[in-house]
């Protein structure tokens, strides 16, 4: 019964109650859900390193793969993280593109749900960051409310985009855990 107590790593101790004579604790973890679009495969891999990132800060993660996306509609106790690049001109990859589509056109208002963007781009293009600006357009219509700046990635300036993106959730993290449930 006590070994629970070790179990469960990174979770606050939201209460703790009583069962007969032993202590139970009951841990509230903080959730995040995040999501990818990605051409080449930066973005996914900034996807990744932060997923691994956020688990060792104590967050219940899950990183959704773009063909998992279908009819996922974002918990709004959770917290939604999406990590997108910029084809074309100002375009959403083609594997965020059916999610983008469902989430305007019958996602529900989502006025309680927390949310970030990092964007991916190239500022060599008039349409820098186009992908992760949609994406946050269309969270912001829906109701939902963002948490900290979009962070707006330059690959004239880095090649490595996940180093970017790791100093951005230190000042982020903060911001995120005074809003998680
Ligand atoms: C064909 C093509 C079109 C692109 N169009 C844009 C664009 O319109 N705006 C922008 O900011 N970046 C644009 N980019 C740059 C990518 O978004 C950037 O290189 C990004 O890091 C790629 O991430 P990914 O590997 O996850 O797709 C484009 C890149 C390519 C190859």
Not at 29 to 43: E, L, P, W
Not at 62 to 79: I, K, R
Request: aromatic share 12%; hydrophobic share 45%.
């Amino acid at each position: 019964m006590f070994g629970c107590f070790g179990l469960v790593a990174g979770g606050a101790v939201d209460k703790v109650f009583w069962e007969g004579n032993f202590p139970v604790a009951k841990y509230s973890m903080k959730k995040i859900n995040i999501v990818f679009g990605s051409v080449y495969g930066s973005a996914q891999y900034v996807a990744e390193t932060l997923d691994n990132a956020l688990a060792d800060a104590g967050w219940q993660v899950q990183l959704w793969q773009p063909e998992q996306l279908t009819g996922f509609v974002p918990p709004e106790d959770e917290l939604l993280l999406v990590i997108t690049s910029t084809t074309g001109d100002g375009d959403l990859p083609e594997n965020i593109m059916p999610w983008f589509a469902m989430m305007k056109d019958s996602a529900p208002y989502l006025s309680q749900l927390h949310y970030a963007v990092i964007a991916l781009g190239d500022s060599s293009y008039d349409t820098f960051c186009g992908g992760g600006k949609q994406m946050d357009a269309l969270l912001s219509e829906l109701g939902a409310k963002r948490v900290g700046t979009r962070l707006e990635i330059d690959a004239c300036e880095t090649m490595e985009p996940e180093t970017e993106a790791l100093k951005w959730l230190e000042t982020w993290l903060p911001l995120a855990t005074s809003v998680s449930h």
